[in-house]
Nanobody, 117 residues
Framework: QVQMQESGPGLVKASQTLSLTCTVS??????????WSWIRQPPEKGLEWIGA???????YYNASLKSRTSISRDTSKNHFTLQLSSVTPEDTAAYYC?????????WGQGTQVTVSS
C-alpha cells in the first residue's frame, strides 16, 4: 500500500522559494513506469498540475510554471522535492503530491502553503 506525505513550511514570503518534500512509503520511487507529481489547488479554484518526476529521474513541468519550478528526488530517502521560486500570493494553495501524471491513483493528504506579501 502506497502512502505519501507532504512536508514543508506552511508560510513563505513573497519572492522567496517554496520548497516541499513528498515522502513515499510502500513502493520505491524508482519502480518502473511510475511517475510522481506535484499538484496544487488555490482557494476556490481547480486543481493545477505543477510537474512530475519519472521513475528514471527525468522531470516534467507545466509549461506555465516551468521557469520557476524544479522537481528533484533523493532515492536513498525515497522522496521527491518541489521547489517553486519567486513566489507571489497567487501561489497560495493546497499542495499535493500524487502518483501518476495524467491520472493519479495515490495522493498525499496535502499541505497548505500561504505566500505572504
Amino acid at each position: 500500500q502506497v502512502q505519501m506525505q507532504e512536508s514543508g513550511p506552511g508560510l513563505v514570503k513573497a519572492s522567496q522559494t517554496l520548497s516541499l518534500t513528498c515522502t513515499v512509503s510502500g513502493v520505491s520511487i524508482t519502480t518502473a513506469s511510475y511517475y510522481w507529481s506535484w499538484i496544487r489547488q488555490p482557494p476556490e479554484k481547480g486543481l493545477e498540475w505543477i510537474g512530475a518526476i519519472a521513475y528514471t529521474g527525468t522531470p516534467y513541468y507545466n509549461a506555465s510554471l516551468k521557469s520557476r519550478t524544479s522537481i528533484s528526488r533523493d532515492t536513498s530517502k525515497n522522496h521527491f522535492t518541489l521547489q517553486l521560486s519567486s513566489v507571489t500570493p497567487e501561489d497560495t494553495a493546497a499542495y499535493y503530491c500524487a502518483r501518476g501524471v495524467a491520472w493519479f491513483d495515490s495522493w498525499g493528504q496535502g499541505t497548505q502553503v500561504t505566500v505572504s506579501s
